[in-house]
T-cell receptor
Framework: GAGVSQSPSNKVTEKGKDVELRCDPI?????LYWYRQRLGQGLEFLIY????????KSGLPSDRFSAERTGESVSTLTIQRTQQEDSAVYLC????????????FGQGTRLTVV | GNSVTQMEGPVTLSEEAFLTINCTYT??????LFWYVQYPGEGLQLLLK?????DKGSNKGFEATYRKETTSFHLEKGSVQVSDSAVYFC????????????FGTGTRLQVFP
């Protein structure tokens, strides 16, 4: 497809379960970002990748959160032992190359932990 | 550190009113500045950008000028429409050697006929 694709679009999970969120960036985009958007709040930076490496992991809220990227393409964000406070929309974005280029966002994955 | 501060919303205006949404930033380097918009039910999309001091970004009647002396990048539009109702996010990339995109908390704009 032409845009950033995220799956699933919605996920309801029980507290304590692990979840995996997927992002397929635009082909050829080397930078990839994950953000979290809680209801009524702004975008919270989680992690970004340049190629397959993650120079900045400072936004990951706890060691329950991890992310990886392979082949300079798809990325997965894994949340282990989910908690209710993890409920949010998780957004992925990609951009072509370094600095001042437009980031294209996916529609997000709405995660609800019950 | 690097951060973006936006005015809190919601901003409520009548159609054809003048809009200003304030944005100020803190950056350790020479940042690029952006405004992103999120229309209801849609993903974020770039509205405009400026990459150096005194640059003016513009798109769809919106403008913002990169003011280094006041570390600001305020968004303006001379005459808003109902279709401009959305959440607006100011953002920056701190410097040339990073791609980290830092957002403000967003400002909701509601325009009534």
């Amino acid at each position: 497809g032409a845009g950033v694709s995220q799956s699933p679009s919605n996920k309801v999970t029980e507290k304590g379960k692990d979840v995996e969120l997927r992002c397929d960036p635009i082909s050829g985009h080397t930078a990839l970002y994950w953000y979290r958007q809680r209801l009524g709040q702004g975008l919270e930076f989680l992690i970004y990748f340049q190629g397959n490496s993650a120079p900045d992991k400072s936004g990951l809220p706890s060691d329950r959160f991890s992310a990886e990227r392979t082949g300079e393409s798809v990325s997965t964000l894994t949340i282990q032992r989910t908690q209710q406070e993890d409920s949010a929309v998780y957004l992925c974005a990609s951009s072509l190359d370094r600095w001042n280029t437009e980031a294209f966002f996916g529609q997000g994955t709405r995660l609800t932990v019950v | 550190g690097n951060s973006v501060t936006q005015m809190e919303g919601p901003v409520t205006l009548s159609e054809e009113a003048f809009l200003t949404i304030n944005c100020t930033y803190t950056a350790t380097g020479y940042p690029s500045l952006f405004w992103y918009v999120q229309y209801p039910g849609e993903g974020l999309q770039l509205l405009l950008k400026a990459t150096k001091a005194d640059d003016k970004g513009s798109n769809k009647g919106f403008e913002a000028t990169y003011r280094k002396e006041t570390t600001s990048f305020h968004l303006e539009k001379g005459s808003v429409q109902v279709s401009d109702s959305a959440v607006y996010f100011c953002a920056l990339i701190p410097s040339y050697n990073t791609d980290k995109l830092i957002f403000g908390t967003g400002t909701r704009l509601q325009v009534f006929p």
